[in-house]
Each structure stands twice: as C-alpha cells, then as structure tokens.
C-alpha cells in the first residue's frame, strides 16, 4: 500500500474507533437509566440512591476530564482510550456480578465515572485534530457523533438483554464488548503526526503542565468556549437529558411514544452533529456556533408551548432540538484547535468539558428544584432559553480566525 494511502487510512480509523468507543461508553451511562425500574424491584434500590450514583458519575467525569485531556496531549489517543475502556470494562463487570450497593457505587460512579471521563468527546475530538489538517471539522463531527450513536444503536441491545436474560447480562455485554475494544485501539489507531500529540518536556511534567495552563488561560477563546459550553451543558445533559421524559409524562403523553420521541431525537443528533462538522470546514465558525445556541433557544420557546397538544408536537421539537443537540463539539472543538492550538488541546477540551459536566449537574439540579417547588417546568424552560441565547451572543465576539499563529 502507498505511504500516502496508509495515512489515509489510519487517520479515519482514529475517526471510526473513536466513535465506537464514544458509542460504548455513553451506552453505559444510559445503561443507568434503563435498569434503574429493575434495581428498585430486585435489590430494593432506591431511586434517589441510583440517581445519586449516577450523579457522582458526573461528578467524577468532570474532575477526570482535564487529566484526561492532558493524558492525551502527552501519551496519545491509543494509551488515553484503551486506558478508559480498560475502566469501563472493569466497572461494568463489577455491576454486573454485585448486589452490594457500596460495591455498586464505587464500581459505576468510581471507575466506570473515570472511564467515562476518558473516553469522552473532549479526548476523541484531540486525537482527530492531532491527525488532520484537512477536513478537520467533518472527521470530528463524525468521531463524536458515536456519543449518541449508541443511544440507538447498543441500547436497544442492552433492552434486549435486559428482556431476554437478566440485567446482569447487559453490564456483562457491555463489559465484555469494552475489552474486547482495546486491543483493536492499541493496534489500528496510528500515532499522532508528527508535531502534534506526543511531546516530551525537558523541564520536567510539573512544569509544562503549569506552563501550558497559564497558557491556556491567557487565551481569551479559552474562557469564550468555556462559559458557552457550561451553558451547552445546562441545556444539553441537565436539562433535556434528565427532564424531557419526566416532562413528556407530566404532559400526559404516554411513555412509549415518549420514548420514542427521544430516539427521534438521538437520530436527529447524530445527524446534525456530521453537518455541523461538515459546515466547519466551510463557514464561518463563530457565527456557526453561534447560530446553533440561538436555535436551541428557539426550540425551548417551542417546548414551552406543547403542554395541552398533541404528542406530534413532542416529536416535532425532538427533531427540532436534537439537530443542535451535540451540534457544539465539533465546532467547539476546530475552534480551539485553531485560537488555542492542538498541542494543549487535550488540555484545553478537559477544561472546556469539564465546564459541560458542571452545567449538565446545575441544569438537573435546577430542573429538579424548580419542578419541587412550582410543579411546573415553565420557568426551567425559560431559563434555558436566555442561557442559550446568551451563549449565542458570547460566541459571536470570537474572532474567525486566530489573530496570531498558535503552535501545532
């Protein structure tokens, strides 16, 4: 095979095995949810406690994410990625043989939450920009677009599963199909190119590291893309993720249709997460980004008037939202490649992700609170309609293209 056709090929393997370990591991968060009935009726789990799991999964992901930024940077994608799936491995086999609900916790929240952090968006969208020059924004977009991909596409086989055999069987699955993943990574995903991820430091990995953290936040796109991603978070993973369906049932919809809306909006995601990479390459990206967060406002305004109406309306608003759903990442992800530079990438994504997973928490929390409080949604609504036009507007000062080169 020619040298050129070699490179080729390896840098889409580094497209196509990071979508399927994003697959893999967002599978198993959503996991959570889909055997959440089952614990409480087997084990006696409440759903407070498994919710608060899953919260501290959260929690532990943000933490991780700009470890696993930096892991990146300074190892590369193939020891970053098979390093999480090894994780998410031994978590879900743990799950899967446990009915202590101590082990359970430390096993899901503890190193699944740490896989989770590692193979995440912020970590695959750094291996894409450390091999492509070209096309950069198309190939991530397609790379991340696996975060919801295996919304429909493993999670109705961990259904399966769940109906056919037992729980325990699904988080063995998904144990089994996280191993069985590494050797694949550690074999086939190339290096980074030349000039890019792998860096060694002759003043030690204390001092770089603290060399290119100042140098991230010096970056004024730093703090742009941070803010906006918070805001991305709250009205993403806080707010939809965790409040459509209790919403959809408030409605007085029924949960299947309900159910399916969501898949709609997982189909619609993936989608619209491969344009906005295509788009990338091709526009101008701040007023990309910043058209998404300002029809994402839109959508809200939209959600907040289907109470009363038909559920077409609810599947309306799924193909709606979910078109700007993930829409962010790779847009988020060019720009700062190109304003901060693709040797702190990896750092700067876990920074700028871990600001996502803090959002997502407020926007649960908050949805949770306000529901409590007034037995309504409307105010959350609202409130996420500002956030996301707010984010929109605080894109839009970005400049289009970097004002001075950053190095590669």
């Known amino acids: 095979m020619p ?6 090929v390896q840098k889409w393997l580094i497209v196509v095995f990071g979508f399927m370990a994003l697959a893999l591991a967002f599978s ?17 789990w409440t759903s407070s406690f498994i919710s608060g799991v899953g919260a501290g999964a959260l929690v532990v992901m943000a933490c991780t994410a700009p470890f696993a930024g930096r892991l990146v940077d300074k190892l590369g994608p193939r020891f970053a990625l098979s390093l999480g ?38 970590v695959v969208s750094t291996a894409v920009a450390g091999n ?7 190939a991530t977009g397609i790379a991340t677009s696996g975060a919801t991909a295996g919304q429909f596409l493993i999670v109705p086989l961990i259904a399966a599963l769940l109906a056919w055999a037992s729980w325990r069987w699904s988080f063995g699955g998904l144990a089994v199909a996280s191993l069985a993943m590494v050797p694949f990574v550690l074999w086939f995903m190339a290096r980074p190119q030349a000039g890019h991820a792998e860096r060694s430091h002759p003043d030690g990995d204390n001092a770089s590291l603290a060399r290119d953290l100042r140098f991230v936040l010096s970056k004024p796109t730093f703090h742009i893309l941070f803010w906006s991603f ?31 809306a969501y898949g709609v909006l997982s189909a619609v995601n993936l989608a619209g997460m491969i344009a906005a ?43 709606f939202f979910g078109a700007v759903d993930y829409a962010t990442v790779p847009v988020t992800a060019s720009l700062t490649a190109s304003h901060v530079g ?32 007034t037995g309504d949604y409307g105010l959350v609504w609202m409130a996420s309609f500002w956030a996301a036009l707010g984010a929109g507007f605080m894109v839009l000062v970005l400049p289009r293209h970097a004002r001075q080169p950053v190095p590669a």
Not at 233 to 249: D, K, N, Y
Not at 300 to 316: H, M, R, S, V
Not at 343 to 360: N, T, W, Y
């Open 230 to 260: 918070l805001i991305c978070g709250f009205t993403t993973s806080g707010v939809i993720e965790t409040h459509l369906l209790p919403f959809a049932a408030l409605c007085g919809f029924p949960p299947i249709p309900s159910a399916s």
């Open 28 to 44: 198993t968060r959503a996991a959570l949810g889909l055997v959440m009935p089952v614990w409480q009726q087997e084990l006696g």
């Open 3 to 8: 040298r050129q056709s070699e490179v080729f």
């Open 132 to 138: 492509f020059d070209s096309r950069l924004g198309f």
């Open 85 to 122: 799936l090894i994780l998410i491995a031994a978590g879900a086999a743990i799950v899967a043989v446990n009915s202590d609900p101590i082990v359970f916790a430390l096993a899901f929240a503890g190193l699944c939450g740490i896989g989770f952090g590692i193979v995440a968006t912020h």
């Open 277 to 319: 990479g295509w788009l990338t390459d091709r526009v101008n990206r701040p007023l990309l980004l910043a058209a998404i967060y300002i029809l994402r406002a839109g959508s809200f305004l939209f959600l907040g008037k289907i109470a009363g109406l038909d559920i077409t309306y609810l599947f309306a608003f799924a193909a």
């Open 342 to 373: 693709v040797h702190v990438m990896g750092l700067a994504m876990g920074l700028i992700a871990a600001g996502h997973s803090i959002g997502g928490a407020m926007g649960a929390y908050f949805g949770g609170y306000v529901i409590d409080a």
